[in-house]
């Protein structure tokens, strides 16, 4: 797939969580998105992401830098395969503490 846009999820509704991917211009320059719309906490949250390695985190809007909580995965996230079947090219997984009321974004690569 080329530069770009993909939902990964938008019917979350019952955490009120969406997280989409953004493809940049090299094979390996992607970054996926997951806000968090409510004032609790999301831990444990599997985003799926297009392959292996490692993601670490770009921007969180909850970090204590700003007034927030903290909660978030500093030291980034490393992705493994889906359990069952593979949708939209999201071959693998990562598991996330997404903070309250804040958006994360993560790059693949561990740059």
Excluded: C
């Excluded at 530069?3 to 979350?12: A, H, M, N, R, S």
């Excluded at 992401?49 to 985190?57: A, F």
């Excluded at 997984?93 to 994360?104: G, M, T």
Aim: hydrophobic share 40%; proline share 7%; no cysteine.
């Amino acid at each position: 797939m080329g530069v770009g846009f993909q939902w990964i999820d938008f019917k979350d509704a019952a955490h009120s969580v969406a997280s989409f991917l953004r493809r940049g211009r090299e094979s390996g320059d992607r970054a996926v998105i997951a806000a968090n719309f409510t004032p609790v906490p999301r831990e444990g949250y599997r985003v799926r992401v297009p392959g292996p390695g490692r993601w670490v985190e770009l921007l969180n809007s909850d970090d204590e830098r700003w007034g927030g909580s903290g909660v978030g995965q500093p030291d980034g996230v490393e992705a493994t395969p889906v359990d069952g079947e593979a949708r939209d090219g999201l071959t693998h997984e990562v598991i996330l503490r997404l903070p309250p009321l804040a958006v994360v974004w993560l790059r693949s690569g561990g740059r």
